[in-house]
């Protein structure tokens, strides 16, 4: 677990080489790590962009369920970067899920400069 407390925060050249991979030629063909591939979709979520890239967010959310494995987020902790986040909790709910904060089955998660800062019990009821 030390050695996954020590990832630092997915760097934006991470996650802009998961949309640049895409941008090349409408598809994923480069390996990219599951934080990377949820940062760029709640990124691209938030940007206008043409018509023509309409496709970019289902195709990486598609990549984000094949490469993210099933995690446990009841082991994130404050302070731990998004990329140690995404090899813990493995893929959260991407529908529900913004730039600042990821949400799981049982958490809420937000975000702060890369590092956990918040962290909500989600009920359902």
Request: charged content about 20%; some cysteine.
């Amino acid at each position: 677990m030390r050695a996954l407390a020590a990832l630092a925060p997915v760097a934006a050249a991470a996650w802009l080489g998961v949309v640049n991979d895409w941008l090349d030629n409408n598809r994923l063909d480069k390996p990219h790590s599951c934080a990377a591939l949820v940062v760029a979709f709640t990124q691209l979520g938030g940007m206008s962009y043409p018509q023509a890239y309409s496709r970019a967010p289902r195709d990486i959310r598609a990549a984000a369920r094949r490469t993210c494995r099933r995690g446990d987020a009841t082991r994130i902790r404050l302070g731990m970067s998004n990329a140690t986040v995404g090899a813990v909790a493995g893929l959260p709910r991407l529908a529900l899920s913004g730039r600042g904060c990821w949400v799981y089955t049982t958490r809420r998660i937000c975000f702060t400069h890369g590092r956990v800062s918040k962290i909500q019990r989600v009920t359902h009821g």
